[in-house]
């Protein structure tokens, strides 16, 4: 009967195979994890939760020069629970391993706005930059020097301005997505004379807006019930 080497074997033998790494993993131990043999993924494993994560290469370079524990079997490699977790404080101490990156936990800034309010931004960038010809009458596109009298107004402008500031961020195509995707959806419902809200201004001077509500009959309670009662019980809102 010939006497089992315990010299290290080829450097192949540290690639575990899926039957190799469940071989390991079924060895019996503590429900702690003490007295577990570990294979080379484990053991890495065990490393990257205590400090930061080094590759099999290093590891393997490790075991080869005596800076880190002999495996108790070569056939795979598998090595004891409790010396591994011995190393890993000692080489943290000792310079070896490098401590694990700290999380941060520190929240990204919110970028800083161009302009306070929509107010500001229709009169510094929208007026000065969107000019359309407009006639006296305002019989197809028109405009209200007093927009904020109108609610609809307010809602699009401000939706419009908001777009802006988030997609000016984008230097590529965050603008020309602005443009096709809001400017040019919003502008030419604001200014339509005859169905938008400027519906009866002029591009000179505001007018009552001749428009009116939508008539409604209001539906049966049950039919619509009021969501915030449901979720103040601890319901879900659907």
């Known amino acids: 009967m010939t006497e089992r080497s315990h010299m290290p074997e080829p450097v192949d033998a540290w690639d575990e195979s899926p039957e190799e790494a469940a071989a390991a993993a079924a060895v019996d131990g503590g429900e702690d994890g003490r007295g577990f043999l570990l294979s080379v993924t484990d053991v890495l494993a065990q490393i990257a939760e205590e400090a930061e994560p080094i590759k099999a290469g290093r590891w393997r370079s490790l075991v080869m020069h005596g800076k880190a524990p002999a495996p108790l079997d070569w056939e795979p490699p598998q090595w004891d629970y409790d010396a591994v977790e011995a190393w890993i ?23 800083e706005l161009v302009y306070g309010s929509t107010a500001e931004w229709v009169t510094k960038f929208l007026v000065p930059v969107y000019r359309r010809q407009l ?31 988030h997609l000016r961020l984008d230097g590529r195509t965050g603008m020309s997505v602005w443009l096709k995707d809001h400017l040019d959806h919003h502008l030419p419902v604001l200014t339509d004379a005859t169905s938008g809200p400027f519906n ?22 049950a039919l619509f019930p009021d969501v915030r009662e449901s979720k103040d019980e601890g319901g879900t809102q659907s």
């Open 89 to 111: 404080h000692r080489a943290l101490e000792g310079g070896t391993l490098k401590p694990a990156p700290k999380a941060t936990s520190e929240a990204v800034p919110e970028p």
């Open 135 to 165: 006639t006296a009458t305002g019989d197809k596109t028109t405009w209200c020097p007093q927009w904020w009298k109108h609610a609809e107004a307010i809602i699009r402008l401000e939706a419009l301005w908001r777009a802006w500031e």
């Open 200 to 221: 009866g201004c002029k591009p000179d001077r505001h007018a009552e807006s001749p428009l009116g509500q939508f008539q409604l009959v209001a539906p049966p309670p």
